[in-house]
């Protein structure tokens, strides 16, 4: 079904059926003009006694039936188009008929057989127009495999037998010319073999009009625009009161047009231009993939050379950077920890670690280093060996005091030799057991600590603090101390940046409100639980999109009694 936008394109100049329906409204004026000067016997009486103008138009599509045949014949091994090839044949078949009338070559039977014979004159066209009709309804109704070619010697054999038998129809003495034509223009008879001729145009003409309103290709209105006049010649042939009047001679006007245009679309637009650039891309393509193939083998060698080295050493930087996290987290009777860790990448810039002070005092640390990847890791693997060195001065002492434990790592950093753009920023505390003190001093971590009461609700820690980065000769910066009482049943969470800024697919934020939420939904059971929770609603929240940042969360949960 045509859409509406279809229709009223019909009448929209620029719509693409409008040359359609100029020839349609072009070709019925026409035909109406003559039926109404058709009273004037003049013009009839001068065309049936000047006939010759039948032989030049006759000489006319003899030359474009051929021509096309030759066209389809020797371009089809390279177009492999098999419906060109047997409306090559069908015209070469018209072509011959053609060349029979013009070579007046049935005159040799006698009187009644000749070129100016209405009975061989009706009957040659006949057969032409119905197997140009017969052949482009099985073209165009009917879907053919390129992958085969045709056999062409199969196809000479067919046109020589349907030749043959068309000539025989003509020469055969059983049809006589009363039953054709008589003195008051076409029978019953032909008006209903030209009938059928009409019918069979106007068939394709369906099919070929439908699919040009699903692709609008030019070489389908051409040949809609010739069907139509074809059909017009069947209608003006039917009025033909004797042979060679001003219905033939529309008639025939009428199919030399159409011959045009199929020649048009089967020469110039199907086969010599899209020949063309075909060779000629075909050529270029050749020559560009030749040369596109060695690049490529080239750069694929060199690739995969530089992919297996750089896999290789994020496998041993990332068996580095994995050994550094605990594989266990330390616990006692007065407080237990938890940890969720999701890398951005296979190397992450996040890391954390708790580990033992003495008997009454855990060392806590989480951080963030800048960028991803090797660089990343190798980073956080330098803050991990300078908190360790400083754990193994004095008995642990050195880390007992947050403020100086950032203190030092600012003055490590600057004195190694580490890019002007990266840093470190972090949290480092001390929690007592004994007093339920927690002692903690930032880094420049842009999160703040969620103290969470037994009740669900959350409070925020002061986590001001100055970033460990590469401004020592400037800045000598004071990291402060911090202290909170943590009573039984509270729980304190630490965590990352890529944690609240986690986006899903709408580019929304998971952000501190949502993790309010799950802390409040997901308190009231034990410290791993609500850790693991935590984590699956955040994976949950993002979906199948890629995170932009690491996602670390440390849980500490106070046990009673202290």
Known sequence: ????????????????????????????????????????????????????WHRILDVYLLIVSFSIFLIS????PQTEDNRLLIIGFTFLIGGILYWIQILDIPSHLGAGYGISSPRSTFLLCLAIRIINGICFCLIFTTKFNNKYNLRRRYLWLSTIVIVLVIYSIISSPFIKQEYLIND????????????????????????????YIKTNEFVLRLLCCGFILMFYSEIAFMGMKEIFDINSALSQFYLVVSYGILFYAFYIESIKKPYTQLSKAMEDLDEYLKEMDKLVDNRTT??????????????????????????ELPENEYVSFSAGYVPAEKLSGDFYNVFKIDESRFGICIGDVSGHGVSAAMLSIFTFQKIQSLMEEAAGEGISIPSMVLTHLYESFNSANFNDDMYIVMLYGVF??????????????????????????????????????????????KFANR???????????????????????????????????????YNRWGINHLTEAIINNVKEFV???????DITLLSMDVLPPF
């Open 302 to 327: 060199e690739l995969r050379g530089m992919y297996e080295k750089l896999m290789a050493d994020q496998e041993i930087a990332r068996g580095i950077q994995l050994s550094m996290l605990p594989s």
């Open 1 to 52: 079904m045509i859409s509406a936008k279809s229709k009223t394109s019909v009448f929209d100049v620029k719509g693409h059926l409008f040359p359609i329906f100029i020839v349609l409204i072009v070709g019925l004026l026409l035909f109406l003009t003559v039926e109404l000067v058709d009273s004037n016997l003049f013009i009839s009486q001068f065309l049936v006694e000047n006939s010759i």
């Open 483 to 521: 202290q909170v009482l943590l009573f039984p049943g509270d729980k304190l969470l630490l965590y990352t940046d890529g944690l609240v800024e986690a986006r899903n697919s709408s580019k929304e934020e998971y952000s501190i409100k949502r993790l309010k939420n799950a802390i409040k939904k």
């Open 73 to 76: 014949f020797f371009t089809y």
């Open 432 to 477: 007592n057991t004994q007093t339920g003190i927690l002692s903690y001093a930032s880094g420049g971590l842009n999160t703040s600590p969620l103290r969470i009461r037994p009740d669900g609700s959350v409070q925020e820690l002061d986590s001001d603090g100055f970033a460990i980065c590469k401004l020592g000769d400037f800045i000598r910066p």
């Open 543 to 549: 979906g199948n999109e890629k995170l932009a940042d």
């Open 184 to 211: 008051y223009g076409l029978t019953g008879l032909s008006i209903l073999l030209l009938a059928v001729a009409a019918l069979l145009y106007i068939y394709v003409l369906y099919y070929t009009l439908r699919e």
